[in-house]
């Protein structure tokens, strides 16, 4: 029997795994805005030219994926094209064509999704903020265009600027925009085929030629749902993996490079 004047120590209830907190209701809701406006900015005449350096950032991680599944498999790159306006090509002699072409929208998916783990938490986002300040850089060898260059600078000025606003808040946000360009990267590819014409096909349209009796538009269907699931795969392992409070994360943040 415990003695009338010494309380029992309760354990304060916990909040279910998969229960959002408000913080990441919010990032729930940007994903969805930044897909729409990332929809509209891409398909946009003039927008479309305004981010360049990210779309050569997601152009250039799609093409690696393939050039690593053609080494990987034996095969050898014969060229790689990187544009913004023309889209990526990467021709390839050999390996398993296949798992060469799948592992474009696969890697896409996959890397997509660890930047928007990146838009639950600060840490994360600074230390994906390096891969994205070289990535941004990277095609710059293969780009001649002058805006380009100039809206890469500015793009990596944000980024440096980002890291000294709210402690780093503001680079989640960035990371996520990021990671959602890449999550659905088969359909920038698909509009770019059908509204400006590109000269280097989409994905769907090569599975197609490869597998003739499977139109373009059913693969793309099937690459839109693997995407969507791999995105709500990620925001719900985002939701279970960091639950801490806006101040938490500062605090925690701060332990690397503090701003």
């Known amino acids: 029997m415990y003695p009338r004047d010494v309380p029992i120590a309760t354990q304060a209830p916990q909040t279910p795994p998969l229960t959002p907190t408000h913080d990441q209701i ?13 929809f509209g900015i891409w398909n946009i005449p003039v927008a479309r030219t305004l981010i360049n350096p990210l779309k050569l950032f997601t152009i250039g991680w799609h093409e690696f994926c393939h050039i690593v599944a053609a080494i990987l498999t034996g095969g050898t790159i014969s060229s790689v094209t990187i544009d ?15 798992i060469i072409l799948a592992a474009g929208y696969v890697g896409s998916s996959v890397f997509g999704g660890v930047f928007i783990l990146a838009g639950f938490d600060s840490l994360v986002a600074k230390i994906l ?6 990535g941004l850089v990277t095609p710059l060898v293969l780009v001649r265009d002058k ?31 990021v990671g959602v360009m890449n999550m659905f990267y088969v359909i920038w590819d698909l509009t770019d085929d059908k509204f400006f014409r590109k000269a280097n096909d989409s994905d769907c349209t090569q599975f197609n030629l490869m597998f003739p009796r499977i139109s373009a538009h059913v693969w793309a269907c099937f690459w839109i749902m693997f995407q969507t699931g791999v995105c ?10 960091f639950k801490l409070s806006t101040g938490d994360m500062n605090t925690q943040a701060a332990v690397f490079l503090p701003t």
């Open 232 to 241: 709500i795969s990620f925001l719900f392992l985002g939701i279970v993996s």
């Open 26 to 38: 919010v990032v729930l809701y940007v994903t969805v805005v930044y897909a729409v406006v990332i």
């Open 147 to 177: 805006l380009t260059i100039l809206l890469t600078l500015f793009y990596e000025g944000l980024l440096v600027g980002f890291w000294f606003i709210g402690h780093a808040q503001a680079l989640r946000w960035y990371c996520l925009f």
């Open 129 to 134: 903020s390096f891969v994205l300040g070289l």
């Open 84 to 98: 913004p306006n023309l889209g990526g090509a990467t021709i390839v002699e050999g390996g398993r064509p296949p």
